[in-house]
């Protein structure tokens, strides 16, 4: 088998089997929601289908018999009940198993047997409505066998249309209560129904009289549908005051089988459009690695668009300034089209969540509400792939910590179902995350009895416990408040762990709670860590990059402007105080010249992260410019004030500053 293909199947299996997922949950919340149930028999039909063509006997098998379960509820012949429910999650547990052993290109281990047979008993459990019939009906009706053909002329038109659509024909004998109070609105009834199944073509008396009550207790009709005989029963046998039903197969005469082929053959000549046999490709799929390398060539050919502008500018090569401006634009458009593509929706990764929601709500016997609001704001796929574990430690977190049982929150007067909602929205190329619940919020007494038990903090810091020190001490590698431990929470992994990822990405997690109404983890995350637009600017003999979605504005200030408060430097800015850095004691930069100019003042950067300001001074700005970020050693990379580098027009390095370790 062809590695293409196979990587094909497993990419549009996952995409399936996500959307499957998502769909039960829905339909655990609305048994009535027909699309769903219809949406789930689509996806496994097709995910049959697919695994049949590849060859892999085992997905067959299950995604057989899940079609199966599916077909009797979507066609009613079965009750959904919370048992098939959780068979059908169980069966697409199975169903992610065997697709991974087919990703990992291994011999398959899990066994599906057992899963099987929970499906095939629900499939062999005995039917509430049992359907009256003559049990000496005859199997098949054959037309040419009556001396009266039933059809006239137009009747027979339709019913070649029809037929060669792949539908069947069916002849249905009803027999009403004799007491039955109103028969001509039971038979408005049972002709509606079989109307949602396929077309009548035919009714005796006609469909007319029956309307008006113009017949006895019994009628026929003639109906040509795609739905098996024993659909069609069923739909009968749910309809009430009916005495009996006989549903048979009808065989047509040779004469009009032959005639359907024909007219068949002739409709694809003459006035009929001929088909579209080719159609134009709209969409392809590229593999990720590709993506990646696509994206690296472009971050090379933009620092080498940096270093030829550069020469035409030392050298002031006039000929080649309009080339090099014209390059330029280009570029930098080409770089956007390729930004797009590496680009995905949110929903990407948070699709998967309302299952795990549901799953460890039931473990944990809770219920409750989950939501996603801005689920198609779009994303680096680098970004997503890093921050989907962090916002799965903090969902379960709600879910353990958070959210308490109805009991609780009934006694605390508060809405038996728990809520989660999980927000996502876009300002100044930052996208913000956030994670909220209306569970009881962080117990400040149990984080503060914890703490002093480790040492963390003295009595006299517990006293004054705030919401940042609180969240400093819960995001503290191995710090716990769960008095056991559990497979949703207790191991001490996971704030730490959402902290640390969140930051390594050149983002913060913000945190607020309200003891008894709930917690919010708000994320901010980088639009992408490819390339980014930053100020350059010189630190004595460096050269540094500051992100351009940090910095508020640049002003030059005299020395006497500058304040101290507490041994900080601090200078006021439009009625705001704000702090002051000097880079180069910071970073350890040693320079044989001043940071100020001939007239005595500095060049400040005032940058900003969230609500705080701070002010960097440096011996000059460079300007704007793109840059391709790239990452650093591991040996580098834990360099307070660092967060990568970048490669500039004359071929140095030049680090990039990471605004929120400086804050």
Request: with cysteine; aromatic share 4%; proline share 3%.
């Amino acid at each position: 088998m062809q590695n293409s293909y196979r990587e094909l199947f497993l990419s549009e299996s996952q995409e399936y089997l996500a959307n499957i997922s998502k769909c039960l949950v829905r339909l655990e919340k609305d048994p009535s929601d027909q699309s769903a149930i219809n949406e789930i028999f689509r996806g496994m039909h097709t995910l049959k289908g697919m695994s049949a063509t590849m060859g892999f006997e085992k997905l067959t098998q299950l995604a057989h018999q899940m079609e199966d379960l599916l077909d009797e509820l979507r066609n009613r012949r079965k009750q959904l009940t919370s048992a098939i429910i959780d068979t059908l999650f169980a069966a697409v547990d199975v169903v992610e198993q065997l697709l991974d052993e087919i990703k990992e290109n291994k011999s398959s281990t899990t066994d599906i047997i057992p899963i099987i047979e929970t499906i095939q008993r629900h499939l062999s459990e005995k039917e509430v409505i049992s359907l009256k019939e003559n049990q000496t009906q005859p199997q098949t009706i054959n037309i040419q066998e009556k001396q009266d053909f039933p059809f006239n002329s137009e009747e027979v038109s339709r019913l070649k249309t029809f037929l060669s659509q792949g539908n069947f024909l069916f002849h249905i004998f009803v027999h009403l209560n004799k007491d039955c109070v109103m028969k001509e609105a039971r038979a408005f009834l049972i002709v509606t129904a079989l109307k949602r199944l396929g077309e009548i073509i035919k009714a005796i008396p006609s469909i007319e009289d029956l309307k008006e009550g113009k017949f006895d207790l019994s009628f026929e009709l003639f109906l040509v549908s795609k739905e098996e005989q024993r659909v069609i029963r069923q739909e009968m046998a749910n309809i009430s005051e009916i005495e009996g039903v006989r549903v048979t197969p009808v065989s047509l005469p040779k004469e009009m089988v032959s005639q359907q082929q024909e007219v068949s053959q002739k409709t694809s000549v003459g006035a009929q459009p001929s088909p579209v046999y080719v159609k134009k490709i709209q969409s392809m799929r590229i593999p990720v690695e590709r993506l990646d390398k696509i994206m690296n060539l472009m971050g090379e050919l933009a620092i080498a668009k940096i270093r030829l502008a550069q020469i035409v500018q030392t050298y002031k090569i006039e000929p080649l300034e309009e080339v090099v401006f014209l390059l330029d634009r280009l570029i930098s458009t080409l770089q956007d089209e390729v930004m797009q593509t590496r680009l995905l929706p949110v929903a990407y990764i948070l699709d998967a969540f309302p299952r795990v929601v549901r799953d460890l709500a039931h473990k944990q016997n809770k219920d409750i509400d989950f939501s996603i609001v801005g689920g198609d704001i779009e994303l680096d796929r680098v970004v997503l792939d890093e921050i989907s574990d962090p916002l799965l430690h903090l969902v379960r977190n709600a879910i353990d910590h958070g959210i308490e049982d109805p009991q609780t929150r009934k006694k605390a007067g508060k809405n038996p179902r728990g809520r989660i909602v999980i927000t996502v929205s876009r300002q100044k190329g930052q996208i913000f995350i956030e994670i909220s619940d209306d569970g009881k919020g962080i117990d400040f007494k149990a984080v503060r009895k914890k703490a002093l038990e480790k040492g963390l903090i003295t009595e006299e810091e517990a006293k004054e416990l705030d919401e940042k020190k609180v969240f400093d001490l819960i995001t503290l590698p191995g710090f716990s408040t769960s008095e056991k431990v559990t497979d949703i929470s207790g191991r001490g992994v996971g704030l730490d762990v959402v902290k640390s990822k969140i930051e390594s990405l050149g983002g913060r997690v913000d945190f607020e709670t309200k003891p008894g109404q709930g917690s919010r983890f708000i994320l901010t995350l980088p639009l992408t860590l490819a390339i980014i637009k930053a100020m350059l600017v010189n630190v004595h003999h460096e050269v540094y990059a500051i992100p351009l979605m940090n910095i508020r504005e640049t002003i030059k200030v005299h020395k006497r402007e500058l304040k101290y408060v507490q041994n900080f430097e601090v200078m006021k800015v439009r009625e705001e105080v704000v702090p002051i850095i000097r880079l180069d004691r910071t970073l350890g930069i040693v320079g044989s010249s001043t940071m100020e100019d001939e007239e005595g003042r500095l060049s400040l950067v005032i940058v900003e992260y969230g609500k705080k300001a701070l002010g960097l001074v440096v011996s000059s700005v460079i300007g704007e410019q793109d840059i391709a970020v790239k990452p650093l050693g591991s040996w580098v990379k834990r360099t307070k004030g660092v967060a990568g580098a970048t490669i500039l027009g004359d071929g140095r390095v030049a680090l990039i500053l990471d605004i929120m370790s400086l804050m």
